[in-house]
């Protein structure tokens, strides 16, 4: 397996417990690597913006202890940003209905409209970190539930030659 | 004028002092809710009771923001959409060009009321 996934341009697997200390520690660890191989400081913080709100939510809507972060192809396209994390069916459901809204959204509406709604949800929870993510770093997300319960959620980055 | 005694916590330093708020650091999920929440709270607080007009936000030195952090910035901003029109007060966001992912981040907060809330680089 590890032949395997090391063949692949720019490989990078962090798995680590829920503690939100670590986001931050990990954000800047992937910065440091992104800017190894994006030249362009926009397209360095759509990564890690990305990689930062994903892993939030892993951790906040995880089920079971882990959330595993896989970053695919740093120096090629698509660059690929995938979390996974353990979620019960009712939020994987909320999951997949936001991700068939966002689809057919304008991006920016879409980001304002859940900006608004944001302030009636619970404290510690946003519940705008998706939408963030369409209208401030444009990959294409997508996600995939698992017989074991797992989740993942994967963000496709497809930024032209010039990096 | 404002003079809220600064907040320094887990990487974020708030503070407030004549016409501007100074949010600098880092706003992670760990210092987010209860720190920009009550700070929002006594900012938006002095403001009506000091009867200002308009109020800076320097986020120059803002590394990074959350989704939670942003939350809290729209829960002020959503109060200040409440109140009545000849209260209301111009929030200024001051931003660092340097600083790439604020440009689009506080974009889409001057949408949220494009009248009273404004963007410029320094």
């Given at each position: 397996?590890?032949?395997?996934?090391t063949?692949?341009?720019?490989?990078l697997d962090?798995?680590?417990s829920p503690?939100w200390?670590?986001?931050p520690f990990?954000?800047?660890?992937?910065?440091?690597?992104?800017s190894r191989?994006l030249?362009?400081d926009?397209?360095k913080n759509?990564v890690?913006?990305?990689?930062s709100e994903?892993?939030?939510?892993?951790?906040k809507y995880?089920e079971?202890p882990?959330?595993r972060?896989?970053i695919?192809n740093?120096s090629?396209?698509?660059?690929?940003?995938s979390?996974f994390n353990y979620?019960c069916?009712?939020?994987v459901?909320?999951l997949?209905?936001?991700l068939s809204?966002m689809?057919t959204a304008?991006?920016?509406?879409?980001y304002?409209?859940?900006l608004?709604?944001?302030?009636?949800?619970k404290?510690?929870q946003?519940?705008?970190?998706l939408a963030?993510?369409?209208?401030?770093?444009?990959p294409?997300?997508?996600?995939?539930?698992?017989d074991?319960?797992?989740l993942e959620?994967?963000?496709?980055?497809?930024?032209?030659?010039?990096? | 004028?404002l003079n809220i005694k600064?907040?320094e916590?887990?990487?974020i330093?708030?503070q407030?002092?004549?016409?501007t708020?100074?949010?600098s650091?880092?706003?992670d999920?760990s210092?987010?809710n209860?720190?920009?929440?009550?700070f929002?709270?006594?900012v938006h607080k002095?403001?009506?009771?000091k009867h200002?007009?308009?109020v800076?936000?320097d986020?120059?030195?803002?590394?990074?923001?959350?989704?939670?952090?942003i939350k809290e910035?729209?829960?002020?901003?959503?109060?200040?959409n409440?109140?009545p029109?000849?209260e209301r007060y111009?929030i200024v966001?001051?931003?660092?060009p340097e600083?790439?992912?604020?440009e689009?981040?506080?974009?889409s907060?001057v949408w949220?009321?494009?009248?009273?809330?404004k963007?410029?680089?320094?």
């Amino acid at each position: 397996m590890l032949e395997q996934v090391t063949k692949q341009k720019g490989f990078l697997d962090i798995t680590f417990s829920p503690f939100w200390e670590f986001v931050p520690f990990t954000r800047n660890y992937i910065y440091k690597i992104a800017s190894r191989y994006l030249q362009c400081d926009k397209k360095k913080n759509k990564v890690v913006l990305t990689v930062s709100e994903l892993l939030e939510n892993g951790i906040k809507y995880s089920e079971k202890p882990g959330v595993r972060l896989c970053i695919k192809n740093f120096s090629c396209t698509p660059l690929e940003v995938s979390v996974f994390n353990y979620a019960c069916k009712p939020r994987v459901e909320k999951l997949f209905q936001t991700l068939s809204e966002m689809a057919t959204a304008n991006a920016l509406e879409y980001y304002i409209k859940k900006l608004k709604e944001s302030v009636n949800t619970k404290a510690g929870q946003a519940n705008i970190g998706l939408a963030r993510i369409n209208f401030e770093a444009g990959p294409k997300i997508s996600a995939q539930y698992m017989d074991n319960d797992l989740l993942e959620v994967k963000a496709m980055f497809y930024f032209e030659e010039e990096r | 004028m404002l003079n809220i005694k600064p907040i320094e916590s887990n990487g974020i330093r708030l503070q407030a002092k004549d016409d501007t708020v100074t949010i600098s650091g880092s706003v992670d999920i760990s210092n987010a809710n209860k720190n920009l929440l009550t700070f929002f709270e006594e900012v938006h607080k002095n403001i009506q009771a000091k009867h200002m007009r308009k109020v800076f936000v320097d986020v120059t030195e803002l590394k990074f923001i959350n989704s939670a952090g942003i939350k809290e910035i729209v829960t002020w901003i959503m109060k200040l959409n409440d109140m009545p029109e000849k209260e209301r007060y111009t929030i200024v966001f001051q931003c660092n060009p340097e600083i790439s992912w604020q440009e689009l981040t506080i974009t889409s907060l001057v949408w949220l009321n494009q009248k009273y809330i404004k963007s410029e680089n320094i």
